[in-house]
């Protein structure tokens, strides 16, 4: 465990990224007293640029670019880690069952997940919206249901592993009941892949919930940073930090959270970094 | 393997995919039922756009008083026969319509996957190659910004950038259609046009085929065949391009088959920032149009066409790798 | 001078600063002469492996490398070639062999095109004079049909035919020295005496020099000219085989010698009364999906076999890789569900009951498992892992825990083990903790499958012991699976053979090896390595 934290901590592309997610969390957390406004509000002329004032400019309306950005990152975090949540609670559940019971109950959930993962995911996130209205929770709800695959795979394949190795069998001779086997003696050892296919997965769903934003598909009257490009896009030639100040906050978190899921791997799995 | 057996294969392989496409449908038709109104209503565009009778008409035909299987069993009848209905907003059958925009995302699909998996093996293999070097770490350092690139923005970047700041290549749509362009003058017009789309679409790919071409080739690398042909006197050269370099394909080949779906998907974001006008463009303008049988449509056909690159990747998948033959 | 092919002087191999050793070979010096067979003996760790694969330079970079001393061939020092040379060197006048035939070759390419290229980047043959080369190696290592088995891919050989392919390509250039790094650790009894058996006589054939290594006193029996021995990266012991077998000078040869299993059969202490296990025409099929185009397979692992068991009896049940006897064993222990036949254990049926009918008879039968490494779970403490057991038949925590203490003792470790998470304990160990767990409820029969044949010699001796110290203790009987007729020979009094899901032999163990009927049980005597010189041990 000591060994973790220090491979862990000791790689520097973790620490910067922990960083930035630190700030990031910080301001979404505190995002109603750093810019106590409503986000929406007209606080001055449209179009200024970056400036004292304003540090980051206004936008086409008028409104605050600056206090955009950190109400926006409240809507994106919230809705990517929840998206995250649901979608590992689901996709481990599914892929623990599949995995662990194998036959018929393994081929039926399977395909279904093999399903799920063929159609044109992205395109399905916004059909599902369209037809059940843009809202925090549809948002939520779709993220997930395009997410779940990845998890119920790495899931299988652990519980796969892990089932096949004899400490299980011992358990099941020492008889053992099969939630019991499932829950004390599988799922522990399927803990560090999940974690790390887990973190990884909030930067997908920060960039499919920017997507969906951007396309105007985003919960509405909530600031979100996909919402604000696409807001942004028809001032292109103007206004470029419109577009660009968000899409770089997006960037910067995206890869943050990746640099940080990548030191999760290495550290736990320390003989794929010794290559 | 000789022909026949290719052939038995790829039979087999499509009978598998009648369940897919099944799903699909299945699904289309529960995303109907989650819609507000009935069936037809929705179908046909909820506020207003189609005619009372054409309503009344889909009504008749899908047996809004039918129990729910049996309109479901309507709805199937209809897709399989191809005949997905009208769109009213666009006064177009729907068929037309997606027929009309296959070709631009077919293309705009086609060179993305040809750039993004060329530049990614490419990008992966020298990584590999030169390992905890400098040139490495650019390279990885590379893809995994390109890995967290949200494509819309990028997009938008390269326009102020390319086309706006620049002014090298044209911000929007296929072809300059003024200009009324012929023959070689008009694939040139086309290119032009293609490039910017190609590349904000291509980056994410080339960064995820690269990072695991990388650590692929780097896995291989480990293994014991790679020893025996050292044992025997090959060289470096040789066993990278011999033995490992196949071996390490064998992955993001399965990937580049994985990933087509959210290929797809990804050109919504791409053609409606360029204004290419292929599938994905018009699903954006049918969402706003709330042209639920249209999107439903797009959604049905992207299915198809994933389903049908998924059968071309795993053939290819047989010829690479001998061992899948005998199953 | 001439007499030597290879010359190892004061050879040093650095480890990585993280290994706890900090070298793999330490002030090794030895040599091989021409058209001598020269075994390097040792258990895991010894630092064998590395030393062959420093002669070729092939040590994996840039962590483990030679730091010490000269490797003279052809007089020439090999850690000083420039790569160039060394290359040419690699399947030219120096040639290797591995393991592992399933991982050795490149499973996309065919095996006639991988004979081929040795021929291809050492010489300037034309591609027809090469694969008519090519052809006459495929027919030297006795494979059939060298037209077919050209175009084969490896995955559509057998592991002995693939070693083969192995040794073909070795033999390509005829190289003055061939390393054989453990060349028929992975294989079957039977396959491994083939494999020895065409060794020797091509060796003899092309007078060629072999080093070979390997940690089975047996094989080295089986083929040495002459024996080094080695440990924690030194030599203690070198010599002709003769002398270093039959009159081993430094006493860790000696305790090597000593643990290797004997073929003395243990013989009956009293004829049992009513058996304990008793299983019926017993029947387990797999069907495993086709491959493409192909009907789904229908594998018969167990078919129609019947054995009974003792109280207080052992039986070995001997088979190669395929023969069925560990799917006998998980059906015994209800592992596996058998479509066909019925146990008893005690004279009550426990087959054919669901897992929690079957709950209440765990207390009467436990298993020992093989690999050490993978049977105890590395998040649960020892003693929570050992009480598991006892606590679901109704032991209270408390108790189970502090039985596990006492059982820690037993087994020859320290019961404050209990509270120590398994990584912090060695192979030998954890099997002795895998005893522990399955006496941990007091059973009648223990299923023992191979639990020593992940072990170093010297250590697989010691666990042998303390099962047969237990077993006598606690009055236990004892079905004993394995691969090795030596283990069993030691451990069992009675023998059944396996072969292709069928019981071909079953009987006293002295009666079987002093009168082998079954044709199969004549081959797995024979293919024993090492038979003569194991015999004639004190």
Redesign the interface.
């Given at each position: 465990m000591k060994l973790f934290w220090q491979r862990f901590l000791g790689n520097p592309r973790v620490i910067i990224g922990l960083a930035w997610l630190a700030m990031v969390v910080f301001v979404a957390l505190f995002a109603n007293v750093l810019a106590p406004r409503d986000p929406f509000s007209i606080v001055a002329v449209p179009f200024i640029r970056p400036s004292g004032a304003y540090w980051l400019g206004t936008d086409s309306l008028g409104r605050d670019v600056l206090a955009g950005l950190m109400h926006g990152a409240r809507t994106t975090l919230l809705i990517a880690v929840f998206a995250t949540l649901a979608a590992v609670a689901f996709g481990t559940l599914v892929g623990a069952i599949a995995g662990y019971y194998g036959g018929n109950i393994d081929d039926v959930l399977m395909r279904l997940t093999e399903f799920f993962q063929t159609i044109p995911s992205f395109l399905f996130a916004i059909v599902l919206i369209a037809v059940l209205s843009p809202s925090a929770m549809n948002l939520v709800i779709a993220i997930s249901v395009v997410s779940w695959p990845p998890i119920t795979r790495v899931v299988r394949g652990e519980v796969l592993s892990v089932k096949s190795r004899e400490f299980v069998q011992a358990a099941i001779v020492a008889g053992q009941r099969d939630s019991a086997i499932l829950l004390t003696q599988v799922l522990p050892n399927t803990l560090s892949p999940l974690i790390v296919t887990g973190s990884l997965l909030v930067a997908t769903a920060i960039l499919v919930e920017s997507a969906l934003s951007f396309l105007g598909l985003g919960a509405p009257n909530q600031m979100s940073w996909g919402f604000m490009i696409g807001a942004g896009r028809s001032f292109l030639r103007d206004a470029w930090w419109l577009v660009t100040v968000p899409g770089i906050a997006i960037l910067l978190t995206v890869l943050a959270i990746n640099l940080v899921g990548e030191g999760l791997n290495d550290a736990l799995n320390p003989r794929l970094a010794d290559l | 393997m000789g022909g026949t057996a290719l052939a038995s294969y790829i039979v087999r392989r499509l009978l598998q995919t009648i369940p897919v496409i099944l799903g699909v449908v299945i699904l289309n038709f529960l995303l109907l039922q989650l819609a507000p109104g009935d069936l037809a209503t929705v179908l046909a565009g909820e506020a207003g756009g189609a005619p009372k009778e054409y309503i009344d008409q889909l009504r008749q035909r899908f047996g809004q008083d039918q129990p729910v299987h049996v309109q479901l069993f309507n709805y199937l009848r209809n897709l399989l026969v191809l005949d997905l209905g009208y769109s009213f907003r666009q006064s177009a059958p729907v068929l037309e319509l997606l027929l009309k925009r296959l070709g631009p995302t077919l293309l705009l699909m086609g060179t993305t996957l040809v750039v993004s998996l060329l530049i990614g093996v490419v990008m992966g293999l020298l990584a590999a190659l030169w390992v905890k070097t400098w040139k490495d770490h650019l390279i990885s350092v590379a893809a995994i910004i390109f890995y967290a690139t949200p494509l819309f923005w990028i997009g938008l970047m390269l326009i102020l950038v390319f086309s706006i700041k620049l002014d090298w290549l044209p911000t929007s749509g296929m072809e300059d259609v003024v200009a009324f362009n012929e023959g070689f003058a008009r694939v040139v017009d086309i290119g032009r046009h293609l490039v910017l789309p190609t590349v904000t679409l291509s980056m994410f790919y080339l960064a995820l085929y690269a990072r695991l071409m990388r650590a692929s080739m780097l896995e291989q690398r480990g293994l014991d065949y790679v020893t025996t042909a050292r044992a025997k006197g090959l060289t470096e050269r040789q066993i990278i391009t011999r033995h490992v370099f196949r071996n390490a394909l064998l992955p993001v080949v399965t990937m580049a088959g994985i990933q087509f779906g959210s290929l797809l998907g990804g050109s919504v974001v791409v053609e409606s920032v360029f204004a290419w006008p292929g599938l994905g463009q018009l699903a954006y303008q049918s969402l706003f149009a709330r042209d639920f049988n249209l999107l439903l449509g797009i959604f049905f056909l992207s299915a198809c066409l994933v389903v049908i690159v998924n059968l071309v990747v795993d053939v290819i998948y047989v010829l690479l790798d001998p061992r899948i033959r005998v199953g | 001078m001439s007499a030597h092919i290879l010359a190892i002087e004061n050879l040093t191999v650095a480890l990585p600063a993280w290994s706890d050793r900090k070298h793999a070979v330490s002030n090794v010096s030895i040599s091989i002469g021409t058209k001598e067979i020269l075994c390097i003996v040792g258990e895991s760790g010894s630092g064998k492996s590395i030393m062959g694969k420093a002669i070729?330079g092939?040590l994996p970079k840039p962590h483990v490398r030679a730091t010490g001393g000269r490797i003279v061939f052809e007089r020439r020092d090999l850690l000083g070639l420039p790569e160039d040379e060394m290359?040419?060197?690699?399947?030219?006048r120096i040639?290797?062999i591995?393991q592992?035939p399933m991982?050795?070759?490149?499973?996309?390419?065919k095996v006639g095109r991988q004979i081929d290229?040795?021929l291809e980047?050492?010489t300037d043959l034309k591609p027809h004079k090469r694969k008519a080369r090519v052809l006459a190696l495929i027919n030297d290592v006795r494979l059939p049909d060298p037209e077919r088995i050209v175009n084969s891919?490896p995955?559509?050989l057998s592991g002995g035919q693939r070693q083969r392919i192995?040794i073909a390509?070795a033999l390509a250039l005829e190289p003055a020295l061939i390393i054989a790094d453990e060349p028929t650790t992975a294989l079957d009894v039977t396959t491994q005496a083939q494999i020895l058996h065409l060794m020797k006589e091509l060796q003899r054939a092309h007078g060629t020099s072999i080093l070979f290594i390997t940690h089975d006193f047996g094989v080295v029996a089986e083929i040495a000219d002459r024996v080094a021995v080695m440990r924690h990266g030194e030599i203690v012991e070198a010599g002709s085989a003769d002398d270093v077998l039959r009159n081993p000078q430094a006493d860790y040869t000696k305790a090597l010698i000593a643990a290797v299993p004997g073929l003395k059969p243990r013989l009956k202490d009293a004829e049992a009364a009513r058996p304990l296990l008793v299983v019926r025409d017993l029947e387990k099929t797999y069907v495993t999906?086709?491959?493409?185009?192909?009907a789904p397979r229908r594998v018969t692992a167990v078919n129609k076999v019947s054995l009974e068991l003792g109280r207080q009896s052992s039986l070995a049940l001997v088979g190669e890789s395929g023969s069925g006897k560990s799917t006998l064993a998980r059906c015994i222990?209800?592992?596996e569900v058998p479509e066909g036949g019925e146990i008893l254990l005690d004279g009550a049926r426990i087959s054919g009951l669901t897992?929690n009918q079957?709950?209440p008879y765990?207390r009467d039968i436990?298993?020992i498992?093989?690999?050490p490494f993978?049977?105890?779970?590395?998040?649960?403490r020892i003693g929570n892992?050992i009480a598991?057991?006892p606590m679901?038949?109704g032991v209270s925590r408390e108790q189970a825990i502090a039985e596990a203490r006492e059982l820690l003792s037993l087994v020859g470790l320290k019961p404050e083990a209990a509270d120590r998470y398994p990584h912090e304990f060695s192979g030998g160990q954890r099997q002795r903790i895998?005893i522990a767990?399955a006496l941990a409820?007091k059973p009648k029969l223990i299923v023992a499958d191979e639990p020593v044949s992940a072990l170093d010699v010297s250590v697989q001796k010691q666990v042998l012991e303390l099962l047969n110290d237990l077993r006598h203790k606690f009055g236990l009987s004892m079905l004993f699976i394995t691969h090795d007729l030596r283990v069993a020979a030691t451990v069992c009094e009675d023998i059944a053979i396996m072969q292709r899901g069928v019981i071909v032999e079953h009987g006293p163990t002295a009666k079987i090896f002093a009168n082998p009927e079954h044709p199969y049980t004549r081959s797995l005597l024979d293919a024993v390595p090492g038979k003569e010189w194991i015999n004639a041990l004190p």
């Open positions: - | - | 070729l092939l290359r040419k060197l690699r399947g030219g040639a290797m591995f592992e991982t050795a070759l490149n499973p996309l390419m290229e040795v980047v050492h891919y995955h559509q192995v390509m999906a086709g491959g493409f185009g192909g222990i209800g592992l897992r079957l709950r765990r436990q298993m498992f093989q690999d993978a049977s105890l779970n590395p998040r649960q892992i598991l057991g679901i038949q895998g767990r409820v």
